[in-house]
């Protein structure tokens, strides 16, 4: 009964987003403040009826309600409660109700700022936003539908495919939608903009907490992605380049850009054309990455939707809005204002490096993607575009973006002097150069790069560092009164700094993985495998079994230079209502770094394959991005930008302004 | 600096990276695109040894071979021609005689393929799906595989 | 009927969601200007940040200057000026009640009827509770034997054992393959491979396959009076048009077995069925849908891909469907159609193929 009502509340939606689309861009056309009062209302009832459908397939979820097809098809009664409720998201048809659920939420969110948020531009943004709406209710009503039942209803469920059942799937698909998802609103309030006409440095200082919010959440779902694949998939490695990453990729790329440019339009109303430009394709790429990876168009460990039919109903969708969204934009953006001036040197010029260098290397990475698929469709030839096309194209436009970035974040407004500004940044160069030199002669016969790329990321991390420094210390002054006014500076420098050297952090972790070791062999019980300074030795291969699976366990102790330091369990297992195999990597964690073992077949004779990996620092990688997102988080929570305080733009490189 | 010049300057600079990046992607699809072939396309086209290319068929039954230190060999076959593979390290969960893989490496001579990685992704019914297509264009898939034994 | 009534409380409160705002013009009206409205009230807001130590005195200068200048702005453009009263508004405002309490039921319902499952909602939610209450005990059981059966699946027992089980959960191949192993590690024996045969005809919906058919064959082989094979190599008969063979077989089993076994009444069924003129050949399907619905779908399927054409996989199914109701010369018709209308594509005509030889149109050859 839940169930059945819960379907009613998706059709409700629909008609209610229909209302939210229909009278308030009416009522913003006809000057009527009763009409747009409409949006508000209605963009909360829509919420709350998604809010009751997902709850209703969760309690059947969590009830093994078999008589749902969504259900028997991804869930067991055997499973542990935690898989059932993400099973919910585990699948396609759920999966795109967490997606409009979070849609609706954000709509909810921008419902109740009345106060941040002048009502035109708030009644034109919602009714944007229940245009997306309406698609993706149309989609998962007609084509995905999670609540079709089955009647009878069989006993048992078909189980859900054992890679998603980990903690790591729990959260990462619900991370990532809120990310692609938040930035419908950026997208919404763009369109919303152009349909007015309007747009100045307020519009940017609304969006720019949107923005934030939603590369945080992005940035936070693609690590989670990142390292589920790391310890899941049992190849130990973190990032394959794979088309489903790289769509999560290109909308981050995209939005990175996005909340630098709305900086620039806020501070200086400048960028204000490439800004409307970048919050359209930056929500078009989150669009397609939905649609690569839910339509099937690639196979991959992701897409566990294969059906012709909802493929061409997500490229509409996608047609509709990238084509929509580029129209309006053709049409009104020529009516904007031409926004304030900057000589090539200044701050603004560095972001609009960052801007055309991320922008750059997102459409590199855009060509790799799709390359393969166009020429399939074209010419039929299959070809495999990978890591060295990637590592070739990408990394040479990102590098030099990294090299700028502390330089650009020194540089002061509007006319910045570029000597001085490296002179500021004598120290941080220095330190760097010390900090790769020394690694240099620390592994004299190591992998060239990888000091290198480590003395990239302690320039990054010492570049943001400086520019707290600097701000706060100058000769002469005692340290209590630096520390004071550093904890005076407003909140978002210190999360711009805290991001810039999440970065740097990101950087060392990448570039250590080339110090990296293996070792493989075939092991029986009390035999050793070497990786580097690291061993294995296999004390037993327990078979077990659980509810839902069972596993041949190995027990590995590790050594480090002969050195005892504990024991991980590797596992192989079968999921035994699916006939599934899986691996489950054991894994030590030592200091940043981890030990990584991995299970091969068990030979008759009871010796069984081991790959040992050692992986220095490699935590680092996911480390950097969690301090990413937690220096947006930070800069979220500054007063300023809740009330759109504007800031005085800082006018030489050599005079601090009080007042910030 | 006029708003002309400075637009100038940011048109150069724009036009610079954008340049840089196109010819890092040109050079990149020459270099570094990996071909999908199955045995009988390695045939049919001749393929030089030593290119990197990526093999996909099926596992022919019987032929996996274990050696020592996680050595494997296998062939992998379509409806016309089979290829040795050797192979040095784990094999996926889903690897089984019988079933479709995807292998990447070197062809080493027209009928010996050195695999650095071997790839069992699959969909439901365990085959890869560029496997699966050109099975299918060989005539040689039918949905329900097991259905009907008389028709092969 | 309690569920009606709270499908019913919530649209309406949908709709109020809606009229709550359109009929709060007063308010909004006494309000005025929106837009300068929301300046002032930053204004007061960057006040009592300022008053609560928030913000820098020097900041909130800057704030309120900026928010004034705004406020200046957002006044000084009245020449567009909100609209909330008069007679056009009022009308605006009826126009919106009234598409809002139209469209909001009616497309909702709309829906719901169509993708919905209404009749479930009759239905008194305990039933269910109670059927898997039942269940619950098979599952556990069942989970066990196929840990079991992970660990040690060369046990042909366990896998007798557990066929049975999944077919009565409706899981028919995985029947199949569990009957194949047992099978398999068992060796062949009469009843094994007779039950082999029966899962695998409800594996296709009461299709005999060729693969049945032979396990039904090597049944009698080792045992040539056990009844369900013979029962099944008669359904086939009929399915593969030879009517007269069929009704023979029937009337042989049915003399061969006592007046009171189980199968009688589905013997004389079929035999009924048999006797009759071609269309009410449909019995055998499900029970629960009448022979003429089949019969209608079926040619509904037909006239569909006649019309408009449609994939391997949709002429495959007709005809399936047709061997199924035993309308062999139909089927064999609808083969040829299918290979006209598809013969540009190589792999359709496989799949036409591949199921006319599985359904034994031996006569559909090209």
């Known amino acids: ?660 | 600096m006029t708003r002309k010049q400075r637009r100038l300057t940011l048109i150069g600079v724009a036009g610079c990276v954008l340049a840089v990046a196109l010819g890092l992607v040109l050079y990149a699809m020459n270099d570094t695109i990996v071909f999908f072939n199955s045995p009988a396309d390695i045939q049919a086209k001749s393929v030089q040894p030593g290119t990197r290319i990526r093999l996909g068929g099926l596992v022919k039954e019987g032929t996996v071979q274990r050696g020592g230190d996680q050595q494997i060999t296998f062939e992998v076959m379509d409806a016309q021609a089979s290829i040795r593979v050797n192979y040095k390290g784990l094999l996926p969960d889903l690897f089984r005689e019988g079933q479709g893989i995807v292998a990447e490496g070197m062809l080493e001579s027209p009928s010996v393929f050195r695999a650095d990685t071997v790839l069992a992704k699959h969909d439901e019914n365990y085959m890869p799906r560029e496997v699966a297509d050109t099975l299918k264009k060989q005539g040689h898939w039918q949905g329900e595989a097991n259905a009907a034994p008389k028709t092969q | 009927m309690v569920i009606w009534i709270i499908l019913l409380a919530m649209t309406a409160a949908a709709v109020m969601a809606v009229l709550w705002p359109l009929s709060r013009h007063y308010a909004v009206g006494r309000q005025g200007d929106p837009d300068t409205q929301f300046y002032r009230e930053q204004m007061a807001e960057i006040e009592r940040d300022q008053a609560r130590g928030v913000l820098l005195p020097s900041e909130a200068e800057a704030a309120k200057a900026e928010a004034g200048r705004r406020l200046l702005r957002a006044t000084g453009m009245q020449g567009e000026a909100f609209a909330a009263v008069g007679e056009p508004a009022l009308r605006r405002r009826r126009a919106a009640s009234t598409l809002a309490l139209s469209v909001i039921p009616i497309l909702a319902l709309a829906t719901y009827e169509i993708y919905g499952s209404p009749q479930l909602l009759a239905e008194p939610p305990g039933v269910q509770m109670q059927q898997r209450a039942g269940s619950l005990d098979l599952m556990s059981a069942v989970a066990q034997i196929e840990s079991h059966l992970a660990q040690n699946p060369q046990d042909g027992r366990g896998w007798e054992v557990i066929a049975p089980v999944y077919l009565r959960m409706g899981r028919a191949e995985d029947a199949a393959r569990a009957y194949e192993a047992a099978i398999r590690y068992l060796g062949p024996e009469a009843n094994r491979l007779a039950n082999y045969g029966e899962v695998l005809v409800l594996a296709k919906d009461g299709l005999v396959s060729a693969q049945a058919q032979a396990a039904f064959e090597e049944a009698l082989k080792l045992e040539p009076a056990l009844p369900k094979p013979r029962f099944y190599l008669a359904r086939a008969a009929a399915q593969d048009g030879h009517a007269d063979k069929a009704r023979a077989a029937y009337a042989e089993l049915l003399s061969a077995s006592p007046a009171d076994a189980p199968w009688t009444e589905a013997v004389k069924q079929e035999l009924a069925a048999l006797g009759e003129p071609q269309p009410a050949a449909g019995q055998q399907g499900e029970p629960q849908i009448g022979a003429d619905d089949i019969a209608r779908m079926v040619s509904g399927l037909a006239n569909r891909l006649e019309a408009q054409g449609g994939t391997a996989d949709e002429w495959a199914r007709l005809m399936r469907s047709y061997a199924v109701l035993g309308q062999r010369d139909k089927a064999v018709a609808a083969a040829q159609r299918a290979r006209q209308a598809l013969s540009q594509d190589d792999a359709a005509l496989k799949t036409i193929d591949t199921m006319a030889q599985e359904l034994k149109l031996t006569d559909a050859q090209p």
Request: one cysteine or more; hydrophobic letters at 55%.
């Open chain 1, 1 to 660: 009964m839940l169930v059945e009502a819960g379907h009613f509340a998706l059709a409700l939606a629909l008609g209610l987003s229909l209302i939210q689309f229909v009278v308030p861009l009416w009522g913003a056309r006809a000057n009527d403040p009763v009409l747009m009062a409409v949006a508000p209302t209605s963009a909360l009832a829509v919420l709350g009826c998604l809010a009751f459908s997902f709850l209703a397939l969760t309690f059947a979820y969590v009830s093994s309600d078999f008589s749902v097809l969504n259900v028997l098809q991804n869930s067991h009664s055997a499973k542990p409660l935690i898989y059932k409720i993400s099973g919910v998201w585990g699948n396609h048809e759920g999966s795109m109700l967490l997606w409009v659920l979070i849609l609706a939420l954000f709509g909810g969110v921008v419902a109740v700022s009345r106060n941040t948020i002048p009502m035109r531009l708030q009644a034109n943004t919602l009714a944007v936003q229940a245009a997306v709406t309406i698609a993706f209710l149309l989609f998962i009503l007609t084509t995905s539908n999670p609540f079709t039942r089955v009647v009878p209803a069989p006993a048992e469920g078909q189980d859900l495919n054992p890679l998603l059942q980990d903690p790591g799937l729990a959260i990462h698909p619900p991370l990532l939608y809120i990310g692609y998802v938040g930035f419908s609103i950026s997208f919404a309030f763009a369109c919303a903009a152009l349909i007015d006409g309007r747009i100045d440095a307020v519009w940017a200082r609304i969006v720019r907490p949107w923005t934030l919010g939603a590369w945080a959440f992005l940035t936070l779902g693609i690590a989670m992605g990142s390292y589920w694949a790391y310890y899941e998939l049992g190849w130990g490695g973190w990032w394959f380049w794979d088309p489903v990453e790289n769509a999560s990729l290109m909308p981050w790329l995209a939005g990175t850009a996005l909340m630098h440019s709305t900086v620039v339009m806020e501070k200086r109303d400048a960028l204000k054309v490439w800004t409307i430009l970048l919050a359209i394709l930056t929500f078009s790429l989150s669009l397609l990455g939905t649609f690569l990876v839910r339509s099937g168009v690639l196979t991959s460990v992701h897409s566990f939707a294969v059906d012709p039919e909802r493929g061409t109903f997500i490229l509409g969708i996608l047609i509709l809005f990238i084509g929509g969204s580029l129209a309006l934009f053709a049409w009104r953006a020529p009516m904007l204002r031409q926004g304030g001036l900057f000589a090539p040197v200044s701050r603004e010029g560095a972001l609009v490096l960052n801007n055309l260098f991320l922008a750059t290397a997102c459409a590199t990475v855009f060509i790799g993607t799709l390359y393969p698929l166009a020429l399939e469709v074209l010419t039929g030839e299959k070809i495999s575009v990978g890591a060295p096309f990637f590592n070739f194209t990408f990394l040479p436009l990102i590098v030099p973006l990294l090299l700028l970035l502390p330089l650009g974040q020194t540089l002061a407004w509007k006319r910045g002097n570029f000597l001085g500004t490296a002179q500021r940044l004598y120290a941080v160069f220095g330190l760097s150069l010390v900090a790769t030199v020394a690694m240099f002669a620390f592994t004299y016969d190591g992998p060239v790069a990888a000091p290198i790329g480590v003395g990239l990321g302690v320039y990054l991390i010492l570049g943001s560092l400086n520019e707290i420094v600097t701000r706060s210390w100058s000769k002469g002054n005692s340290l209590a009164v630096a520390w004071r006014k550093a904890s005076g500076l407003p909140r978002s420098a210190w999360g711009t700094s805290i991001a810039h050297a999440g970065v740097g952090l990101t950087v060392i972790g990448i570039a250590a993985t080339a110090w990296g070791v293996e070792g493989l062999g075939t092991l029986k019980t009390g035999e050793r495998l070497k990786a580097g300074a690291y061993e294995a030795r296999l004390e037993r291969v327990v078979p077990r079994v659980e509810a839902n699976y069972r596993e041949d366990a190995a027990t590995l102790t590790i050594f480090r230079n002969g050195q005892e330091l504990g024991t991980v369990d590797s596992m192989k297992r079968l999921y035994v209502t699916r006939g599934m195999p899986t691996t489950e990597a054991g894994i030590m964690t030592v200091g940043l770094g981890q030990v990584y073992a991995s299970l091969g077949e068990i030979q008759p004779d009871g010796s069984v394959g081991v790959m040992l990996y050692h992986k220095p620092l490699v935590l680092l990688i996911w480390l950097g991005s969690v301090v990413m997102a937690a220096g947006g988080a930070l800069s979220l929570t500054d007063r300023r930008l809740r009330i759109g305080a504007p800031v005085r733009a800082k006018v030489g490189p050599a005079a601090p302004v009080p007042a910030e």
